[in-house]
């Protein structure tokens, strides 16, 4: 065999690959919804483990305060939330524009390159944007705009 028809031979092997991959992926995503659909919906060991994770890792445990105290029970975190959210909507601490500006600009930001800047500031091309279709995952929820990654993949020549 020649170098092209194996370059070819192991291009069909790597998609057949991708496809197999990506079916395993969808049983995999299957069996997990399934799964969640039987026993998550019941008052069972399974949903208490689920929540119960879930609710450790939304809790707050600890916050530092300006003076750089760590604050660790929940009445005195909900304290210091309540002064910060009083503090930054309130009348009384309004900032003129040029505090505001000075405050900008002592921060320590990173800068972009001119050359940088040009790149950003250029429109996206249609392989750009064809590019960012196709790492979707056609298989996840659809996004704000409410259509799932296969709806790109179908109708991205349109």
Known sequence: ??????????????????????????????????????KGERNTRFYHTITNKRRARNRITSIKRRDGQSVHTEVEIEKEFLNYFKEVFSDQGDASELQIREALENLALPQFSHDSKQTLEQPF????????????????????DGKPGVFFFRNIGT
């Not at 960012?132 to 659809?142: E, G, H, L, T, V």
């Open 1 to 38: 065999m020649g170098s092209q028809q194996n370059l070819e031979k192991e291009k069909e092997i790597r998609t057949e690959i991708e496809q197999i991959l990506d079916q395993e992926q969808l049983l995999w995503m299957q069996k997990s919804m399934t799964n969640w659909i039987v």
């Open 125 to 144: 091309t249609p392989q750009e944007v064809k590019r960012a279709a196709f790492q979707i995952n056609p298989y996840k929820a659809p996004g704000i």
